[in-house]
């Protein structure tokens, strides 16, 4: 395993349903990542973290809301998702931004 | 300027043949190539990367091919085995941080 944790690995959710994703690394890296991969398109980064400050936002619509309360926790917070949102949810960390980024497991998300 | 541009979208190669995934680029300022390898179930794992001052690296039985001029670059699997089977991405950045991925290649290798 790369070292990189995500729950849950499975959800599904409706349109007017809150949930949250969880993301943990025991690598000790300062920098997270959330990537959004869908079915035919390529991987899409969401967000980047690096020391719990947010440094990137890849023009995501606010129903996701990302959490960074420390360098090993990241999360992202849902809320009134679109079908259209249903794909596999991928958290990443790496040692600075300028490192190789390690990719947990992912969670399918499906939103009905 | 951003899009990174794989190809086959698919390939199925016998065992022991040396599949060849190719990919495009077009930002100049990138300076770091990865590619990644997916099984179902699993996320992307980092399995070899070139920097732009090199024109081959190789490991294992894995190679990248980086052509500067062209702004290309490839991946080449020799001896190929059916635990090969997966998805494979390319990707492109300056520095590592916001990786640009490709749209992935399906491999199959066949016994």
């Known amino acids: 395993e790369t070292g990189v944790t995500q729950t849950p690995r499975h959800l599904v959710m409706g349109m007017t349903n809150k949930k949250s994703l969880k993301c943990e690394q025991h690598l000790g890296h300062n920098a997270m990542y959330w990537y959004k991969q869908s079915a035919k398109k390529p991987l899409e980064l969401m967000f980047v973290?690096?020391?719990?400050?947010?440094?990137e936002n890849n023009s995501v619509p606010s129903r996701f809301s990302p959490e960074c309360p420390n360098s090993s926790h990241l999360f992202l917070h849902l809320h009134t998702l679109q079908p259209e949102d249903s794909a596999l949810y991928l958290c990443?960390?790496?040692?600075?931004?300028?490192?190789?980024?390690?990719f947990g497991p992912g969670t399918r998300l499906t939103v009905l | 300027q951003q899009q990174v541009k794989q190809s086959p979208q698919s390939l199925i190669v016998q065992k022991g043949g040396i599949p060849i995934i190719n990919c495009a680029y077009e930002?100049?300022?990138?300076?770091?190539f990865p590619w990644y390898q997916q099984f179902p179930g699993k996320g992307p794992a980092l399995l070899i990367a070139?920097?732009?001052?090199?024109s081959e690296k190789k490991e294992g039985r894995f190679t990248i091919s980086f052509n500067k001029s062209a702004k290309q670059f490839s991946l080449h699997i020799m001896d190929s085995q059916p635990g090969d089977s997966a998805t494979y991405f390319c990707?492109?950045?300056?520095?590592?941080?916001?990786?640009?991925f490709g749209q992935g290649t399906r491999l199959t290798i066949n016994p």
């Open positions: 990707a492109a950045s300056r520095g590592a941080q916001k990786l640009v």
């Open positions: 930002n100049t300022a990138f300076d770091y």
């Open positions: 990443a960390s790496s040692q600075t931004t300028e490192r190789e980024q390690f």
């Open positions: 973290y690096n020391f719990k400050e947010q440094t």
């Open positions: 070139i920097r732009p001052d090199v």
